[in-house]
């Protein structure tokens, strides 16, 4: 007979056959996981926040052999796109990157997806690839991290084509896009809704990480004259209601500012990052005649901790869309006074949308939700030939 070990209650033979057990899963889980996914390109210890890129390929495809030299091309396109947009605004930047680089090079984390590519049609697929990268990668994440997460199906006309983006308590920012073998021939100095960029569409895809960050759709100002936006309507659409063939795209101010308090930007994570509540009190518009033609709204903020920027989202009746919304910003005065100038006003009626920047790197009005879903709402008319608010 054999006597258990006193320590463990376990006899020799048990646990013999425990360790056999032990092997076998290992064994197993090496050959269920593709060699390619064994050894990420990425474990990291980085000490701020930052947008980590994942590559999440299903379990019957394997990665392009290139797919590091897209997805760095895409980094650096993005770098330049957001970083460079947030300084030409005048707003500062405290990191020269969006991505924690190991010799300039972004690593991305490659995921090895459980089930085949025809399983991953829904952008829920963002939750499966992150968890394992925390999971299976040793990953260890920062509060206000944002994940872009790039999803390869195959060769192109085969493609992932449900991108979102957005924000969830439990993994704070993130976004999802196809990965499209083609990304390691774009040409970052080429305009960002032109050629190839636009044929695998970089915009659309930036975009929805311009949602993980937190920003709602913003139109483009016919004034500026600089192409669509980042947070504008699709290309195409664009391009068919606009009448602008340039291919171009930038950061609006109203993007800039929002992102320049993102603690990615600014490469610290704020001890406090509730969201404050606002109360607005003496709100009136101010109709502006000739060139500078418009309203102006103005009022009084009142918070725990004073705002930095207001923000105003013009929602009026004859936009072709959300897409389309323009939005704009005044700085928060020490009295909590702000001043707003909707400068490309419709004389139509329609609504104000009125939200806070805090320097804590939230976005708020009403406290419990973030950046434009936590707005004040102002119904408005144009009467008279002024605009004129009304109540809700």
């Not at 952008?123 to 206000?144: D, F, T, W, Y």
């Not at 195959?154 to 990304?183: C, I, T």
């Not at 009746?317 to 323009?326: H, L, Q, S």
């Amino acid at each position: 007979m054999k006597i258990a070990d006193p320590t463990t209650g376990v006899s020799p033979r048990h646990r013999m056959l425990s360790r056999c057990c032990v092997l076998a899963g290992l064994i197993f889980f090496a050959m269920a996981v593709p060699a390619w996914a064994q050894h990420p390109a990425a474990k990291t210890t980085a000490v701020r926040p930052t947008v980590r890129v994942i590559l999440f390929v299903p379990s019957d495809r394997r990665p392009p052999d290139d797919s590091l030299v897209g997805l760095n091309k895409v980094a650096d396109l993005t770098d330049r796109l957001i970083l460079g947009g947030i300084r030409k605004w005048g707003f500062r930047t405290g990191e020269p990157s969006l991505f924690q680089r190991v010799n300039g090079m972004v690593r991305p984390i490659i995921v090895a997806g459980k089930m085949p590519a025809k399983h991953y049609t829904k952008p829920s697929v963002h939750k499966e690839a992150i968890r394992s990268a925390l999971q299976q990668n040793g990953v260890i994440a920062q509060p206000h991290d944002v994940w872009w997460v790039f999803v390869y199906v195959g060769e192109p006309p085969e493609r992932y084509s449900d991108f979102r983006g957005g924000f969830s308590e439990e993994f704070g920012g993130w976004s999802v896009a196809n990965y499209d073998s083609r990304m390691s021939r774009i040409n970052i100095d080429a305009p960002l809704a032109s050629g190839l960029n636009d044929t695998i569409a970089l915009k659309g895809t930036i975009h929805e990480l311009g949602h993980g960050f937190g920003l709602p759709h913003i139109g483009p100002k016919s004034r500026l004259k600089r192409g669509n936006t980042l947070m504008g309507p699709i290309n195409a659409i664009y391009r068919r209601i606009s009448g602008d063939q340039s291919g171009k795209a930038y950061i609006s101010q109203a993007s800039a500012a929002m992102l320049a308090i993102h603690p990615i930007i600014r490469g610290k994570t704020p001890s406090d990052t509730r969201l404050i509540p606002t109360k607005v009190s003496n709100a009136r518009l101010i109709s502006s005649p000739g060139a500078t033609a418009g309203f102006q709204l103005s009022g009084r903020v009142a918070a725990e901790t004073r705002p930095l920027v207001a923000v105003v989202g013009d929602h009026h009746e004859k936009r072709p869309g959300e897409y389309w919304t323009k939005h704009y910003i005044g700085p928060v005065g020490r009295d909590g006074r702000f001043q707003v100038h909707v400068n490309e006003a419709v004389p139509v009626d329609g609504e104000i949308k009125l939200w806070f920047l805090f320097d804590n790197g939230t976005m708020t009005a009403d406290g419990q939700l973030r950046g434009a879903r936590g707005a004040i709402t102002l119904p408005y008319r144009f009467t008279a030939q002024q605009w004129q608010l009304t109540s809700p």
